[in-house]
């Protein structure tokens, strides 16, 4: 069964430019959240999708956003890039219920602003 | 609210030297607890994890954890480390809601170096 795959692997985007990651889930899953990771702030949960219905959300801008698509990929996209916008875009997939919380990630999505 | 804490960044252990790395979390529930391992470039692998029952949790290439309630607290050991376990280390809870949600809380992660 395939892993979580991410797409691009590496972005690099200039100040006030928008962005748009790219989440396909394993084979199965309907959850599908996103992190970011960097080296200040360690890994922050953005947001969550189930059922192409945002059911969760960290305490981000509004500059990030998110959806999720009838077969479960899922999409975010940052508009208006900032400098601390770059870092490494984490998304993983999981099963409903109990199982929910048990994550499988991503390679990731390095983003660079410049 | 719930947070996780990893009291040491960094760590360096000879390799076939056995080895602990410390986490505590804050949860006003039973937690769902992770432990994950992430070599550089890449993701989150998942090692072991707690829901319930039984404290010792084994997980995979040879790691175990013990959940201690009274310590609030979830240490990954291994008894003997491998060069190939050099990597940086995470542990995370699970938030639970009625809704059973999605959300991982992650400590800041310990780096762990593995001497020759």
């Known amino acids: 069964k395939a892993g979580v795959t991410q797409t691009p692997r590496y972005l690099i985007k200039t100040r006030g430019q928008q962005v748009t990651l790219s989440c396909s889930p394993i084979s199965g899953h309907r959850s599908v959240s996103w992190y970011q990771q960097t080296p200040g702030q360690g890994l922050q949960f953005l947001f969550e999708?189930?059922?192409?219905?945002?059911?969760n959300k960290g305490n981000f801008p509004g500059r990030f956003s998110g959806r999720q698509f009838s077969n479960s990929r899922s999409e975010m996209n940052v508009s208006t890039l900032e400098l601390g916008d770059s870092a490494l875009y984490l998304c993983?997939?999981?099963?409903?219920?109990?199982?929910?919380?048990?994550?499988?990630f991503g390679a990731g999505t390095r983003l660079s602003v410049l | 609210a719930q947070s996780v804490t990893q009291p040491d960044i960094h760590i360096t252990v000879s390799e076939g030297a056995s080895l602990e790395l410390r986490c505590n979390y804050s949860y006003g529930a039973t937690p769902y607890l992770f432990w994950y391992v992430q070599s550089p470039g890449q993701g989150l692998q998942l090692l072991l994890k707690y829901f319930s029952g039984d404290t010792l949790v084994q997980g995979i290439k040879g790691f175990e954890a013990e959940f201690k309630r009274s310590q609030s607290s979830f240490n990954l050991r291994k008894p003997s480390v491998h060069w190939s376990d050099a990597a940086e280390y995470f542990c995370?809870?699970?938030?639970?809601?009625?809704?059973?949600?999605?959300?991982?809380?992650f400590g800041q992660g310990t780096t762990l170096q593995v001497k020759p």
């Open positions: 993983a997939s999981s099963l409903p219920g109990v199982a929910k919380n048990i994550q499988y």
């Open positions: 995370a809870v699970g938030v639970q809601g009625s809704s059973n949600t999605g959300k991982l809380i």
């Open positions: 999708y189930f059922s192409e219905t945002q059911r």
